[in-house]
């Protein structure tokens, strides 16, 4: 027996205003008014020296010289063709981030009409009833992909990556897509679902690589023999969406092998790196998977854990088969990366918030009762907290909530930002009206228990966006570091080498315009070192004597050139021009020298 039985009144559509509202007040807070960030400004340093460069720079994907090869073109290439087109009008940054917004609607949308199409089909629908009074199925299906929108932009770790111009993002995004299209392929097995499907591979391949595209293909081909689909034309269309992601593949493989941009062929680069993804299995990748999977995925893994176990005495069903087994497709392929960052979660979280989707309705009514009361009460007293410390900030009481919130950013004067304020108080009266709806009419649509704890996560996120952005601002961009170090750098300098990081080249570039070295460019009269602050300036330490004995010196993520640039390097034949570090960085420090003649 199927474990639904609700009525028509449990499926009333939510309002596609209120949707729409949710997710610009999602998706914008986050890109608008803030710098580069460390976490993401390594990416966008890609995207703004393709929109600013050549050609070779869209061949081989580099940061002001520094190449980064590595995971794919297809995100930078999205970015600076939005900075391209709409540069002139918002600025460089925003203009890449034009970009975020529209993988943001490929993936919710992807995912809405994934969740449709499962959800309206005969297998899915709940028990009929007595008297009738039960939805009908494109009601049902609109309901579950609302509610499946809603777990998805409520998960954290898509709150953190989702307003960062990264290619795990648009991955996650292209990860929904694949999704969509694997549905309309088992729904109707035609040669143009198959080619669409291998598109969606394609450029995944192009964003992070072929391992995801290769997994997730065999797990589709996989859920087709599990479901019994007729197998006449299978081998043939998974030929071509195979051969369909190869092609669109080639598109930057070829010209870039061929071009040897700057004299080096990127294609090798990326292999190897898509090679290192992959290793056995072993108990520190689970236990770090596990670790942070937990709060990663919230809430969509619990709410997909307890479909699978309602709906265990089904088979048969592509709704619980196809997410599972493209989870479980993924986990395994997670627990293979030796080199597993935190963004990689984010192909999880379509295929299992899907999932999610079809277990909330077999949910008891006291226990979607009990989420709501949990949203209500914690999220509200989260806000709460958000505003108390808002108020001390800038009147200094209460004294300790006070010291606490500007201890972080030494030096920061705190302002009232009309703006920011007038957003975060239509937000929190939002909020009110939202909990004041679910305790007045107390109503049993299905959606309610989501709608609460989404929106509650978004006032969190709106709160912190508009009231304490400044402070992060201050805490988190190199602008003011990059425009100290511009103002000592003589106007007639050629070029700097540097050992910064890729987030740290990118905002010195783009906001002190350094002429950091170029790719193949050996020698240069600046040296711009990033260090402990631990030393004195002038003092000898593991930077200076590797560069002194000519090896090539690695710092966070940044590379020295080596001997070629660096093997004359003494610090007497050196002169420091300037020293600096963010205010509320105490270990980071960086020091510009020139060469003494």
């Not at 010289?65 to 940054?93: M, N, Q, R, T």
């Not at 500007?406 to 703006?419: A, T």
Request: charged share 15%; proline share 6%; aromatic share 12%.
């Amino acid at each position: 027996m199927k474990p639904v039985r609700l009525p028509a009144a449990a499926t009333l559509a939510l309002p596609r205003w209120a949707l729409y509202a949710l997710g610009l007040l999602y998706i914008l807070p986050g890109l608008i008014g803030r710098d580069p960030w460390k976490d993401d400004a390594g990416s966008f340093g890609i995207m703004w020296t393709m929109a600013h460069g050549g050609i070779q720079d869209w061949l081989l994907p580099n940061i002001a010289g520094l190449p980064a090869p590595e995971e794919g073109p297809l995100a930078f290439w999205l970015g600076a063709l939005c900075i391209k087109l709409f540069g002139w009008l918002v600025g460089d940054v925003m203009g890449a981030r034009i970009s975020t917004i529209g993988v943001f609607v490929l993936g919710t949308v992807s995912l809405w009409h994934a969740a449709f199409h499962l959800g309206r089909r005969a297998e899915a629908q709940p028990l009929r009833l007595a008297f009738g009074g039960q939805p009908e199925p494109d009601d049902y299906g609109r309901t579950l992909a609302d509610t499946a929108v809603l777990i998805y932009i409520g998960c954290l770790g898509l709150l953190l990556h989702s307003h960062e111009t990264l290619a795990v993002t648009l991955q996650g995004s292209l990860v929904a897509w694949f999704l969509f299209r694997s549905v309309r392929y088992i729904e109707d097995a035609t040669p143009r679902n198959a080619v669409l499907v291998g598109v969606a591979l394609g450029l995944q391949t192009l964003t992070r690589g072929f391992a995801s595209p290769l997994v997730l293909l065999v797990a589709l081909f996989l859920c087709t023999r599990v479901l019994k689909l007729p197998s006449a034309h299978a081998l043939r269309h998974f030929g071509q969406a195979a051969g369909t992601a190869v092609l669109i593949s080639l598109v930057w493989i070829v010209p870039a092998a061929l071009a040897k941009p700057y004299g080096l062929s990127p294609v090798g680069d990326w292999l190897s790196w898509n090679a290192n993804q992959l290793s056995l299995p072993d108990w520190t990748a689970l236990k770090a998977f596990v670790r942070v999977g937990v709060w990663y995925c919230w809430p969509a893994w619990p709410f997909a854990a307890w479909a699978a176990w309602a709906w265990r005495r089904q088979h048969g069903l592509m709704h619980i088969i196809l997410p599972t087994w493209f989870v479980g497709a993924l986990v395994l392929l997670l627990l293979c990366d030796p080199v597993s960052e935190n963004g990689d979660l984010l192909k999880l979280l379509p295929p299992m918030a899907l999932m999610a989707a079809f277990g909330l309705p077999t949910m008891k009514r006291g226990a979607i009762n009990a989420i709501d009361w949990f949203s209500v009460m914690v999220l509200t007293l989260l806000g709460a907290l958000v505003w108390l410390f808002w108020i001390a900030k800038l009147t200094g009481w209460p004294a300790q909530l006070a010291k606490n919130a500007l201890k972080l950013v030494p030096g920061f004067h705190p302002e009232v930002g009309i703006v920011a304020f007038l957003v975060a108080a239509a937000a929190t009266v939002g909020w009110i009206f939202l909990v004041n709806w679910r305790l007045s009419r107390q109503p049993s649509v299905l959606w309610r228990a989501v709608v609460l704890s989404s929106g509650g996560l978004i006032l969190l996120w709106v709160l912190l966006m508009t009231l304490f952005l400044p402070d992060l601002n201050y805490a988190r961009s190199y602008a003011s570091v990059a425009q100290q170090l511009a103002a000592r750098l003589p106007a007639d300098a050629g070029c700097i080498g540097t050992n910064v990081g890729p987030a740290q080249r990118a905002s010195l570039a783009y906001f002190g315009h350094l002429p950091f070295a170029r790719v193949g460019q050996d020698s240069c009269e600046f040296l711009l070192v990033q260090d402990s602050s631990g030393r004195r300036a002038g003092q000898t330490g593991p930077v200076e004597r590797a560069l002194a004995e000519g090896r090539v010196m690695q710092h966070g993520d940044g590379v020295w050139g080596g001997r070629d640039m660096m093997q004359d390097f003494r610090p007497r034949d050196w002169t420091l021009l300037w020293e600096g570090r963010r205010p509320s960085d105490r270990d980071e420090r960086f020091r510009l020298y020139r060469r003494s003649h």
